[in-house]
């Protein structure tokens, strides 16, 4: 059994050795335990620091391609040096690297194939009210979404069988953290999560620049999670919405009409017939939105078969 630790980073020279000093060579289950790093652009060296500093891997992009394509890339590259388990943890230290026996412990006991770890929000001083507010309610949509229980939905730290890895796409260029969640529920893929503890904040998130910016970023994932993910009950549900007040607004004017006083209503009667209209043609847009969801999970089943192909046989092993 191999384990490979992968480390997305983006000008992470400063940081990036202290966390990997804190990172286990050899952990009880596995044959092996390799370090990844994904240089994601930086233009710090990091790249340079990571080899300096004893990593085994280490896959640069020439330029910035975000924290998504950075996760998924070092899916890819865990999967090609035959990784059994891959765990994914972040380079500003922030996660305790002592935890990663409790986060592949589930996977090991055939529990789960995604294990999360699950911070203790309410006690890390560096998180102000609203980002524990924000954290909990996109946890909530998540967990709505994906029918999981995951407690801390954007927790970076976590592992995952090369199984799950094989399954997992990301659609999302903001994060991953959200959508991968939502992808095991809806794949049937098993997925728990584990109490996990933090280190002290070493420097500000990458991806809380600002709260309004964070706000706005969180609002649009979870809108198009929903479009994506749940597009039928999305587009019928606004459908329904529209048609159901057109329907009340005609219903208006027909009452109006029969008591002969339908002639200063006209506007209720236009209303009515374009809510009716847009809501009927929304109502469409969910079946076709449907066949476009049911295309997708062929095309994400043929592109599983394909990178199982080009994997090593199991018995060469």
């Known amino acids: 059994m191999k384990l490979i630790i992968q480390i997305p980073c983006y000008n992470e020279a400063e940081t990036l050795p202290i966390t990997l000093k804190e990172l286990p060579r050899e952990l009880p289950g ?16 990091t790249a340079e620091i990571a080899r300096q500093c004893g990593v085994h891997h280490v896959v640069s992009f020439t330029g910035n391609q975000g924290l998504a394509r950075s996760f998924l890339a070092g899916l890819d590259a865990a999967i090609r040096l035959g990784a059994d388990v891959i765990v994914n943890t972040d380079a500003d230290n922030q996660y305790r690297a002592a ?23 309410n006690e890390i ?39 799950a890895a094989l399954r997992l796409n990301v659609f999302n260029d903001y994060t991953y953290t959200l959508e991968t969640i939502i992808q095991a529920g809806q794949k049937g893929i098993a997925i728990t999560s584990v109490p996990i503890r933090v280190n002290r904040t070493l420097r500000p998130s990458r991806l809380v ?7 706005g970023k969180s609002l649009i994932t979870i809108v198009r999670i929903f479009v994506v993910y749940k597009a039928f009950r999305f587009f019928m549900a606004m459908g329904l919405t529209l048609a159901g007040a057109g329907l009340l607004v005609g219903i208006r004017f027909l009452s109006y ?16 017939s374009i809510l009716l209209g847009v809501g009927f043609q929304t109502m469409l847009t969910a079946f076709l939105a449907d066949l476009l ?11 599983y078969r394909v990178k199982k192909l080009g994997l090593p046989d199991e018995r060469e092993k």
């Not at 620049?209 to 706000?215: E, N």
């Not at 969801?293 to 592109?303: G, S, T």
């Open 209 to 215: 620049k600002s709260i309004p910016s964070y706000l």
């Open 125 to 163: 001083t560096s998180f102000s009210p609203v980002k524990k507010f924000l954290q909990k309610c996109g946890s909530s949509v998540v967990r709505f979404v994906s029918k999981t229980e995951i407690p801390d939905a954007p927790s970076g730290f976590r592992a995952m069988s090369r199984e």
């Open 30 to 45: 596995f044959t092996g335990v390799e370090w990844l790093v994904i240089d994601d652009g930086s233009e710090d060296g």
């Open 257 to 272: 009409y029969l008591s002969g006083d339908g002639s200063g209503h006209v506007q209720s009667l236009i209303l009515s």
């Open 293 to 303: 969801a049911v295309n997708r999970r062929l095309m994400e089943d043929i592109q």
């Open 99 to 121: 935890d990663i026996p409790l986060l592949v412990a589930p996977i090991l006991a055939g529990r789960a194939d995604i294990v999360v770890g699950s911070r203790p929000i």
